[in-house]
């Protein structure tokens, strides 16, 4: 993509079949990126090429795609959600307030970043909403997806979009969490010296719906890191050192 960023997919292994998180774009969009992708593949630049799509990835890996079972979505922009017809058999786990924030379009930035063309093939939608007080590290938790063992959590981080999340995964060795577009690099939650460029600044103005909920949350990463880094590995979806730090590391759940 344009920038030199990265669309950072993760793949979970289960008992029970794979898990995506995010998908990025689809064949289709490859394809067919006018229709797929729409006036955003001119702002935006990417370079959509056939073998850093999921599916093939996921073959590269030796894996079949229709074993993937389940996705979840950090949200619905058109570059996380744009290989959703790529596993039409998967249940689509996705927060609720996004998921009513893409089927009403509300404002013209939303009808712009949500593609409905991306899941008119009838995805087998799961929507999950925060219940209770269960918390995460101080963060809110989304405990028990239908299908989906304890060990992976939705961590509402709201801010990019209206129903953004982070997906968290107990991996026996310690936690990974797919923060998605809650910051874009690893200077922006740096714990020693969180600081970020002009260029990210613009991005952050022009990408966000709610900033003071986007910017607490970086706080609160930036916070994370800084007491738990032991603990919990923290990466976002487009920052390309943390994609080369991470790429091809094998993720299972503890369980």
Known sequence: MALGMVDHCLLIETKTGLVLVDTGFGLEAVRQPGRMVGPSRFLFGPRLAEHETAYRQIQGLGYDPADVRHIILTHLDFDHAGGLSDFPDAVVHIHGPEFRAAMAGRTQVERMRYRAVQWAHGPRWMVNEVEGEEQWYGFRAVRDLPGLPPEILVIPLAGHTRGHIGVAVDTGRGWLLHAGDSYYIGEEVDPRQPRTPMLWRLAELGSTVAG?????????????????????????????????????????PAG
Not at 220 to 249: C, M, Y
């Open 212 to 252: 003071p909920s986007f910017r607490d949350n970086r706080r609160r990463l930036v916070e994370l890191q800084r007491e738990h880094g032991g603990e919990v590995t923290v990466f976002s979806s487009h920052d390309p050192k943390a994609f080369q730090r991470l790429a091809g590391a094998a993720v299972r």
